[in-house]
């Protein structure tokens, strides 16, 4: 007794089939670019203001965690990274002093290797002095652009290249300060 459908139940029960897999599809989809872009990317809240007036408390950022899979960290670089004293906490800071550089800091102006740093982003300097010391191999000497009210390399010594997490690239919170992250080139004095 095997009847055999109507035409009109075979298309319908087809289009389910091609529906369901459609959805499916879309489903696995998503996961495999939500989790190739989570390898890839990071979302980091600024904490503090360590980094004002360029970076303000509670401002959201995307970190590249690729960005130096290819090249090493550059002078002025913002990154993210493990701080040595505290490997649970994200710190945020710009690169300074590189790999074999001497880093000395007189009255809160910065030398590398005897030539002072133009550092245009500082809007609240410092008058503490520091060093002079050698940045090691697959070190950096990182500060904060708040100077005055900053925990960084002057704290805590040269940050290891394995606890960098990763550059900020991209700005999205809040709305007005949605743009690339800005780099600059430093001149030496």
């Known amino acids: 007794m095997n009847e055999e459908l109507p035409q009109e139940k075979c298309d319908r029960w087809a289009e389910a089939k091609s529906f369901l897999r459609d959805i499916v599809e879309t489903i696995v989809l998503v996961l495999i670019i939500y989790g190739l872009v989570s390898l890839g990317f990071l979302q980091f809240r ?78 609240y300097p410092d008058q503490r002095s520091w060093g002079p010391a050698i940045v090691g191999e697959d070190e950096y000497f990182v500060l904060g652009d708040n100077r005055p009210n900053s925990s960084d390399s002057r704290s805590w010594g040269v940050l290891p290249r394995k606890n960098i997490i990763g550059k900020a690239w991209l700005s999205f919170w809040p709305p007005q300060k949605w743009g690339l992250v800005p780099h600059y080139t430093f001149v030496s004095g």
């Open 46 to 123: 600024v904490i503090q203001t360590s980094m004002e007036p360029n970076f303000h408390d509670g401002q959201r950022l995307v970190v590249n965690k690729l960005a130096y899979r290819l090249h090493p960290p550059e002078r002025g670089d913002v990154i993210i990274f493990h701080p040595p004293t505290n490997p649970e906490k994200e710190y945020i800071k710009r690169v300074i002093g590189l790999p074999g550089e001497e880093v000395k800091i007189e009255k809160g102006q910065v030398f590398i290797n005897g030539h002072p740093l133009k550092e245009t982003y500082i809007a």
